[in-house]
């Protein structure tokens, strides 16, 4: 079976979100254009990635463009949540980032998660064709999300349960 090969563009939004409680949740990442949506489910740490490796993409964009307008990561909350029907395509393996100078765009493009007995080529890929601010406040709505988590202890460093925490530097034994 040949795999998906979608191009959203240009997206008319894009965002990511989380659903569930804190230490259970699933995260997303939504575009949309028109009333075509798209919608695939990512890591955490995957979202967190993107947002740091945006950053260090664009600034590497901005040295090679140098008079290319600066790209606000701007967003209003309300706006960036997904949108239902949250029917995810694929879980993400792979995340890359691409830039178009003539249309001033950045192609995100996900590549589907395939087990060991597939091949690479098996693999669906979805591209989200954005501008500078829409991928960057996408990512800045995507830490805040992510950080909206469950408290991390301040001894040990590893995230709290709502109903209680074993933390192994409080196991009695003084240091």
């Known amino acids: 079976m040949p795999p998906n090969e979608i191009d959203i563009r240009p997206v008319s939004h894009i965002t990511c979100d989380a659903l569930g409680q804190p230490g259970k949740r699933v995260f997303y990442i939504q575009g949309w254009q028109g009333k075509r949506t798209v919608t695939l489910i990512v890591e955490k ?15 590497e964009v901005y040295e090679k463009y140098p008079t290319l307008p600066d790209a606000a ?28 100078i003539e249309h001033d765009l950045v192609v995100l493009v996900l590549r589907e998660l395939v087990g060991e007995e597939q091949q690479d080529e098996e693999a669906s890929v979805v591209r989200f064709w954005c501008t500078r601010p829409q991928l960057r406040a996408m990512c800045s709505w995507g830490m805040e999300v992510a950080g909206r988590g469950r408290p991390i202890c301040p001894q040990c460093g590893e995230p709290m349960e709502p109903e209680g925490h074993f933390c192994p530097k409080k196991n009695g034994h003084k240091h």
Do not use: T, W
């Open 73 to 100: 990561a701007d967003y209003e909350e309300d706006k960036m949540h997904i949108q239902p029907p949250v029917d995810p395509l694929f879980r993400v393996g792979e995340l890359a980032l691409a830039y178009e």
């Open 45 to 59: 740490v995957q979202l967190q990635s993107l947002a740091v490796g945006l950053e260090q993409f664009l600034a």
